[in-house]
């Protein structure tokens, strides 16, 4: 094999552009098979930034999820991305043939964990690299939606799920509407939308006056995402009963650490 030497006569350990017909001999195992309840493939990173996970299954039916750790004993969930959506884990049959990226700065070790089994196997291969993470043109979707809504006169409560160990809701967009069955009067204090789990017990003012058919709208779209205050914890929207309306909640989310 051909030995490259800097001006210095020493060999040259650094990086070169790969060249047309070049092919490098590489021995190591390219995958893993993981088959049980908590199985693991890992891979320590030496300073990589992302890791590249291919799964495939003829036949898997469990969860798997992406953890790293920084002291190589304590592991934190990890997001990643399928094509430009985030998620934190892969279930059930949607596990064949899917390429997740996973960024890894800073982290000592990277892992799949099978936290979810019912049968099958399951391959894996991981491939850790120094390469950008996630350099989008445009801004990642938000994946997860959820609403909710009841008959007049009912309080609503919108329950986002709590998320797994380590990971917060991140929200790009609430919406919550207010229709009035008949006609509501003026008064003097607000309805109040209150909330849990989001920052400064954030809260939403709507008006007590409106015609009958007609919506009052409070929209929160921020510039970046809102960070729910408390990971792996359910975030709440609460809208009161009130005899003249019929509430609408919606909120749009991803998961972060």
Known sequence: MTQLFDVRGNPFAGQLDAITGETITDARAATA?????????????????????????????????????????????????????????????????????????????????????TSGSLTVALRASISNYAILATPA????????????????????????????????????????????????????????????SLAFSFGTAGAIGTTLEEVLEPSAPIKSVTAATATTIVCPAVTDTIWRVTALYLLGG
Do not use: Y
């Open 33 to 117: 098979t993981v088959s049980a309840l908590n199985a693991t493939t890992a891979c320590d990173l030496n300073g990589k930034t992302v890791v590249a996970v291919d799964l495939r299954a003829a036949a898997f039916t469990g969860t798997v999820v992406f953890e790293g750790t920084i002291d190589g004993v304590n592991w934190f969930a990890l997001t990643g991305l399928v094509g430009t959506v985030t998620v934190s884990l892969v279930t059930g049959a949607g596990v064949v043939n899917t390429q997740v990226m996973v960024g890894v700065s800073g982290f000592r070790s990277f892992r799949v964990r099978v936290s979810a089994f």
């Open 141 to 200: 979707p938000a994946p997860f939606c959820v609403t909710a809504t009841a008959a007049v006169n009912t309080a609503v409560t919108l329950t986002i799920p709590a998320n797994p160990a380590g990971l917060f809701h991140l929200f790009t967009r609430i919406n919550i509407k207010r229709f009035f069955v008949t006609a509501g009067l003026a008064g003097t204090t607000p309805t109040l939308v209150t909330t849990t789990n989001l920052p400064g």
